[in-house]
């Protein structure tokens, strides 16, 4: 016998459990006053140099701010979430002269679109299979990052957490260390309730973000954001810009970091996310001397490999200037005549500041 929708729903949730997702819900395929803003978002220039996300169709509208546009057969948005937390400090509770900070989501050995994307397919078998007599013409279609959907939205839809001041999605029970994987289907499935803004009063993202990037609550201009700056920019960082990102060589959890929801966040079980040795405080100079090879070796199947060679050891340069660690001196003092030219352009201004903070 055919399986009835309601029986589908609790089918596609149980199938997440056992893929490993710790939460999971269903949002209807409909655009929303979130997705009314994103035009203005980019026309004010917030994405910066990420291109992918101006993305349009034929007609000239942003595909990513209306689903119903781009997939008008979608009827249901399942969203996926899994937890990457792991039992290291945080970025905020660690200070160490000698070493960068690498964003908590890229310490693993595998790439985690690679990882989330396994086990959403794993939901979207379990999907099909559940409906292959009552709705035999199923599409579904599985994205991580990579759809022309805005994640963190449609996540909000289904319940599974809100969009926090510094727009990531927030879990009340485990916080927001979250990877999401959503599967558009055809079908018609009842949504979960959204979740509701837990943020309060609360302004301590804002506040501590180290180069004002979040310009307003839930309002982020991706040119001033740590994370974009150090894995997107290419080339040069703008120089008013470089004080603030402190030791960060590759992303930047501050914003999450000082968040009281993710002060119990539990430590994730799934062994694809668990932290590879070196990458956690990874040492400065061990970065910026990287060579070609060693960066191929090191970072194969990372995601570290997006801000690629140059923008890593660009970043770990300015790290030293910022790190207030005068043994440096002597390494930037190399650097100045890198082949890299952002490198050697950096090396110049970190000498400078790391002689102004000694
Ligand atoms: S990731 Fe860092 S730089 Fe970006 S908004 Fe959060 S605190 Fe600010
Ligand atoms: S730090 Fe406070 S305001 Fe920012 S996302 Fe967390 S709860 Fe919301």
Redo the contacts with the bound molecule.
């Keep these: 016998m055919a399986s009835s929708i309601l029986q589908v729903e609790s089918i596609v949730k149980r199938a997440a459990q056992q893929a490993g997702f710790e939460l999971a819900g269903i949002a209807p395929a409909a655009d929303s006053p979130e997705l009314q803003s994103f035009p203005e978002w980019i026309a004010a220039g917030h994405a910066g140099e990420m291109k992918y996300m101006e993305a349009r169709d034929e007609q000239g509208s942003l595909k990513r701010a209306s689903l119903s546009r781009v997939a008008p057969w979608a009827r249901s948005v399942v969203v996926c979430a899994i937890n990457y937390n792991t039992d290291h400090p945080y970025s905020t509770e660690v200070q160490d002269p000698d070493r960068g900070w690498i964003s908590r989501y890229a310490w693993s050995r595998e790439d985690y679109h690679g990882a989330v994307l396994r086990r959403l397919q794993q939901v979207e078998a379990a999907l099909h299979e559940a409906v292959e007599e009552s709705a035999p013409q199923l599409i579904t279609r599985s994205y991580v990052d990579t759809g022309p959907i805005v994640e963190r939205v449609f996540a909000k839809y289904a319940g599974v957490g809100w969009i ?3 727009t ?1 999605i ?1 879990n009340q029970k485990i916080g ?1 260390w979250l990877f999401l994987g959503v599967i558009l289907t055809s079908l018609d499935l009842t949504p979960d309730v959204p979740a509701p803004d ?3 009063t ?5 506040e501590a973000c180290p180069t004002d990037a979040i310009l307003a ?1 839930y309002q982020l201009d991706a040119n001033r954001c740590i994370s974009y700056l150090t894995i997107e920019k290419r080339g040069s960082i703008p120089e008013e810009l470089r004080a603030g990102i402190g030791r960060h060589v590759f992303g930047c959890d501050i ?1 999450q970091d ?5 002060r119990k966040a539990p430590a994730t079980s799934a062994p694809e996310f668990s932290a590879r040795e070196g990458l956690v405080n990874p040492a400065l100079d061990w970065l910026a001397e990287m060579s070609a090879e060693g960066f191929r070796e090191t970072f194969r199947g990372s995601p570290i490999r997006r801000a690629k060679r140059s923008g890593l050891r660009r970043n770990a340069v300015l790290a030293m200037g910022n790190s207030g660690n005068g043994q440096f001196l002597q390494l930037l003092k190399e650097l100045v005549i890198d082949e890299d030219e952002s490198v050697a352009e950096s090396a110049i201004w970190a000498m400078e500041r790391l002689r102004n903070l000694l």
């Design positions: 926090g001041k510094n990531c927030i927001s837990r943020c309060g609360c302004t301590r993202c804002i609550p914003c000082v968040c009281p929801w993710n």
